[in-house]
Each structure stands twice: as C-alpha cells, then as structure tokens.
C-alpha cells in the first residue's frame, strides 16, 4: 500500500510543532545561564495616584495600566520627598542620612571635601543650625552600577542625573558605560531641541547641557530619550545590560506636546480633582515612551529575562506653577517667562500640576503626598503578573534586590540599609525590618518613621503652618493624616520615638545643632502664635508692640491670614525715621516665595504721631504665609493694629492697643 504523502507546507507545520517546544527549552535553558537584564524606569514628579492602575480616572496610562497587568504592583512604596535623595538611595541602597544626600541641590557646585557639614553661623531668629545637603553622591560609595559592570553588564544612563554638577560626579565616573543626560539637573534647559537653548529663549553654555546632541528642531526630548534608550538595549542585546532610564517628565519646565494638551483641556476628571491637561498631556508621553520600551523588548525577544522596575523619585507637584505662582507683577510682554506664563495660562488657568488626594500634600513634604509613589515590577516566570503587595519598601531597597536577582556579590565593606524583594516578589517571604524611615532635614525639617499601619512624624521645631512636633497617623484608617493621635495614643508615639533614636544614631544622621546665635523672643514679647519675627525683636510697648530691628529685611510673618484675595492692609504705625516697607506674599500650594513678584511697597511716615496706612494686595487665590517688612533697621517701628480683609468681609485682625508693658 502506498505510504501517505502529505503536503509540504503541512510536512513543515507538524515540524514546527514539535521542534517549537525545544526551542522554548533552549531558550529557557539559555535565561536559567544568563543572568537578567536590569530596566529601571524612573519618572520624575509622578505621584502615587497619578495613573490609571492607581486609580487616576483623568490622566491616560494605557501602558503603564498594560504594565501593571504584566507585574507586582506595589500599594505602599516610599521615595524621598525630593528628587536627589531617592536618586542616590536607589544606586548607593543608603537611607539619604547615611549618603547624606538630603536634598535636590545636585545642580549646585560640590562643596569642598573637607568642608564642615553644617554652616559656620545661622540668623539669630534660627533656632537650630541645620548640616547642608551634599550636592553629589560620593565616588567612594561602591554604586549600583559600578557593581553590575564589574559582573560584566553593559551598563547605561539616560536622562536626569540630579547627582553631581561638575564632570568627576557625572555617570560616566559612577559605573555608567553609556550617558545621554543634560545639566543644569533638575530639568531640561529645554524640553524641545535645540537644548542648547534655555526656557527663558537664552543660550545655554554647551557644557551646562552634559552630554545631549540637539535633534531636528522641535524634537521632544522624552522622545527623544526613548530612541537612545531602545538603541543601548539593541546594542547590547547579546549580553546582560543595566538601562537607567530616568525621565525628565513630568517635571518643569512643563514642556508639552499642544496636540495632546488640546485634547486634554476637553476631559474632566470623574473624581473632580486632577485637571491640569499639560500634567495629563506630559504623562501621556511618558506613557507612550514605557510602550515603545516595552515593544522593543518583546519584539528582541528579551522581556521574559528582564526583571522590569517602574518607580517614581517623588510625590506627585502640588505647588508650581499655578496661576498665583506665574501672574508674577513684573512679567510683561518681552520678558524672558512671559511666554511661558502666558502658556501655563491658556492651558491649565489656576491648577497646580498634580492632585495627590486622597494622599495629604505632595512633593517636598514629608507627608504621604509627598513620598508615597507608584512601584511596579515585573519579571516573568519569577513574579505573579497582576500581583500586588502592600509591603512597606523603598529607593534603598532597589539596590539588594537586583543584587539578588542578578547574582552579583554585594561590596566588601559597603553598608546597604535596604532589604532584597525577591521574597515579596516570588511570594515566598517577608521582610526582616522593623521599620522604614524617611530622614528629611529641609523645607519644612522632620523625620518619619512607618510601621504597619502607623506613622509618627517628629519635627526638629515648631513651624506656623505645622505646630505640632509630633504626629501620630493611622495610615490604614486615615491615609489623608487627617487625624493626629499623639494625645490618644502617647506608649505608640513613645515606641515609634525610640526607634527613630535607634535610626538616628545607626545610620550617623546629622542631626540639627542649637544655634548659639539664637535669640529667644523675650517673655514680655507680643503672642508667638500671633506672627514670626524674623531679624528683629517684637516687645511690648503701651498699647503697641515695638518691632526693633536686629538685622537686614527685617519682618513679621504670620500663616494665620488665610483669606482668598484680594487683600487690603490696614497698618496703624508710627516710625520716627520713617522709610519704606513692603507686603510678600505666597499661596496655597505654592512651596516658596516667588523670586520676583508678590510684593507690594507702602511708606510709614517720619514722626511721633500715628499713621494709618493702606495697602492693596493683589493677591490671587487664597493667601498662605504674608510677611510684613518693616523699616525698623534704623528706628523701632511701632504698630496698633494690623488687619487684613477682602471685599467677601472676610479678615484677620491683630488689636496691640490693650497691650501694657
């Protein structure tokens, strides 16, 4: 009987159906030998809530959503409440008291390395003389990807660096092989090329842009970062590589593709708090350049040996650039920021770039808004995808875990504060630590400390805005931190202060110093709560306080006149000199005075007699902190009352005139 002939392309089809198993073999066989490749995809300024898989209904995160399908998506992840410090913890895995990189000043010239921590002097007003931050990470510390190239990856950095202004602290000297990233740090001086070109429209020196090339003129620099990436990982497909991939978005300066921002200004936010559609418009673009990546890697057939780490550096920006922050009095058409104001203007009015809620505040504070922050990690056949984990883990702990993961051998001698997350990450155990810390000597200074479900936050002094030295959060029953138990619950505050003593003194933490200088005010002084007297001291006088000044500028500032404006300053003084003074302002959201701007001057009479003074404020939005100088550097100024309003009735009002001596 004449055998069966089957067809040739049938003959083939049964072939590559039994050689296809062999080949998934092979190719497991050939991962199991090779250890995975590292991505560490890092976003700046993104917040916690600031995508789909988190829970944005606002923003568009398609990939990133795809992503968190893929992964262990992490609920309670931590970064420094500042960019520099969560950069140097992921590539030293040091708490930022042990590298001592404690704030975002990595743009900053370094200090000199036998220079004093602390400043030789604080203002008399200071209380405490607080150690400055470092303004890069130390070369001696063995770092992340020092470590990796010595176990034979090819390694490299693409975007901010954020950890060192001068050439002897850029990637290249810190492990990196390849380096794509600009300087000044804390953004692009452009986020369309030219980047040589600064957002005021002034150049910028070649050597302040690092080692960028410009593209073909409008290019996005997010893009653009996406195509240097893909071409490392294509590069080095054949061998076991580190990409650092640390975006510029969604930081200042807001640069935004107008397409997406148009369409952007037409959605409303179901949850009615994220509105701003240049945030919405820069995150799609993020997005889009996590889906190119993750393409690529499919498509090279490397994404099943490749543990995957998506990670922001800080809480989401609730403070720039709000229309309060840009309607600067001095910015008309020709200045250098006009046409950047005007663009922030027509697209996102009065919104700040972010909304953290339900999380309280956000980047540069040291409550949840500020450094709770998405984390997602994937790594097939290692990780359940679509997993979550409510574990407590941090920028210190990205540094063991890849060691783990890829085998390397951790440093002779380097300390790292961090836990490895492979047993959170396959599943098969718990972290060994009793406590996660967040070390914060700057803005408003404090340290925290979280375990389980609690919260303590220890403040080095009282703040105006913040009285309290010590709060006490239920993170599960309150994550907005609404609800301060200190009094409730003094034996858990007392716990939690003995084991932020404990961190303090085993990672070396430079703790603030009392200032000798410091002036205590004076016990027959006007009330405390009442305002904040800065290089000047405020007594008592009959029916008056007495402002004596004791420096230069000096003024009075008070968080206590809350009103939406505009304001009107009612001032009863009297000088003997006379001179000029002025009323600064800063609002709601907004995290520092701005540079110029928010100021209005008014002059106090020479003479005995009593003046009444009258100032407008044009002040927009809801006042935060009003400073009122005074020129009382050559004669005491003498003040009655003080009283601010609006036209709604509202105000706020200090009466001296019961005040006795």
Not at 40 to 67: A, C, H, K
Not at 263 to 285: C, H, V, W, Y
Not at 313 to 329: C, F, I, Q, W
């Amino acid at each position: 009987m004449q055998t069966p002939r089957f067809p040739v392309l049938t003959r083939l089809a049964l072939a590559a159906l039994l050689i296809a198993p062999l080949l998934t073999s092979f190719a497991a066989a050939a991962d199991a030998k090779r250890p995975p490749n590292i991505v560490l995809f890092l976003v700046d300024d993104m917040g916690w809530i600031d995508s789909t898989p988190y829970g944005s209904q606002y923003y568009e995160t398609p990939n990133i959503q795809r992503l968190a399908k893929q992964s262990m998506r992490f609920t309670d992840a931590y970064a420094l409440p500042l960019c520099s410090p969560t950069r140097a913890s992921i590539l030293s895995g040091q708490y930022s008291s042990r590298h001592r990189v404690t704030s975002a000043s990595g743009h900053q010239p370094a200090a000199a390395e036998d220079a004093s921590p602390y400043p030789a002097k604080a203002p008399a007003n200071k209380q405490f003389i607080y150690a400055d931050s470092k303004n890069y990470l130390d070369l001696e510390i063995p770092t992340l990807a020092e470590v990796l190239q010595q176990a034979g990856y090819r390694t490299g950095h693409f975007g901010k660096w954020h950890l060192g202004l001068s050439q002897e602290h850029w990637p290249d000297k810190q492990g990196f092989d390849v380096a794509f990233h600009a300087q000044p740090s804390p953004g692009p001086p452009s986020y369309f090329s030219p980047y040589g070109v600064s957002p005021d429209g002034k150049p910028t020196p070649r050597h302040h842009v690092g080692t960028i090339t410009d593209g073909p003129e409008g290019e996005y620099i997010t893009d653009r970062l996406t195509d240097e990436a893909i071409k490392f990982v294509e590069a080095n497909q054949d061998r076991p590589f580190f990409l650092n991939f640390w975006h510029y978005g969604v930081h200042g300066p807001w640069g935004h593709k107008e397409a997406y921002t148009a369409e952007f200004s037409k959605k409303t936010d179901p949850r009615g708090e994220q509105k701003n559609p240049i945030m919405a418009s820069m995150l799609k673009s993020v997005d889009e350049s996590l889906g190119r990546l993750l393409d690529r890697l499919d498509e090279l057939g490397l994404a099943d040996n490749t543990l995957f780490i998506f990670y922001s550096d800080n809480g989401g920006n609730t403070h720039s650039r709000t229309y309060e922050d840009v309607k600067l009095a001095n910015v008309k058409p020709g200045h250098p920021q006009y046409a950047a104001i005007q663009d922030w203007r027509k697209w996102a009015g009065g919104e700040p770039p972010t909304n953290n809620a339900p999380l309280r505040e956000g980047k540069g504070r040291i409550y949840e808004g500020g450094q709770r922050v998405p984390l997602m990690v994937r790594w097939p056949r290692h990780i359940q995808a679509g997993s979550t984990s409510d574990a407590i883990v941090g920028p210190i702990d990205m540094y063991p875990t890849i060691l783990s993961a890829t085998g390397s051998q951790k440093p002779a001698g380097h300390i790292i504060d961090g836990e490895s997350l492979l047993p959170i990450l396959k599943q098969t155990g718990n972290l060994e630590r009793k406590a996660y810390f967040t070390w914060f000597p700057h803005l408003i200074p404090a340290v925290s400390v979280r375990q389980g479900d609690w919260k303590l936050i220890r403040r080095f002094e009282s703040h105006p805005s913040y009285p309290d030295l010590f709060e006490l959060y239920n993170l599960t029953d309150d994550i907005g931190e609404t609800n301060n138990l200190v009094q409730q619950m003094p034996d858990k505050v007392k716990e939690l202060d003995a084991l932020i003593d404990q961190f303090v003194k085993e990672t070396g933490a430079l703790y603030p110093k009392p200032n000798p200088a410091y002036k205590a005010t004076p016990p027959n002084s006007a009330k405390a709560d009442d305002f904040v007297a800065r290089n000047c001291q405020v007594v008592k006088a009959e029916g008056a306080i007495r402002v004596v000044g004791e420096g230069k500028q000096p003024f009075l500032g008070t968080a206590r006149v809350k009103l939406n404006g505009p304001l009107k300053l009612t001032l009863t003084a009297r000088c003997k000199e006379g001179g000029t003074g002025r009323v600064q302002w800063k609002t709601t959201g907004q995290e520092n005075f701005p540079a110029s701007g928010q100021n209005v001057s008014f002059e106090i009479p020479a003479g005995d007699a009593w003046r009444e003074v009258t100032v407008d404020l044009p002040v927009e939005g809801q006042s935060q902190i009003v400073r009122l100088y005074l020129p009382a550097e050559k004669s005491p100024v003498e003040i009655s009352s003080i009283r601010y309003a609006n036209p709604q009735g509202d105000a706020k009002a200090l009466d001296f005139s019961k005040v006795t001596p």
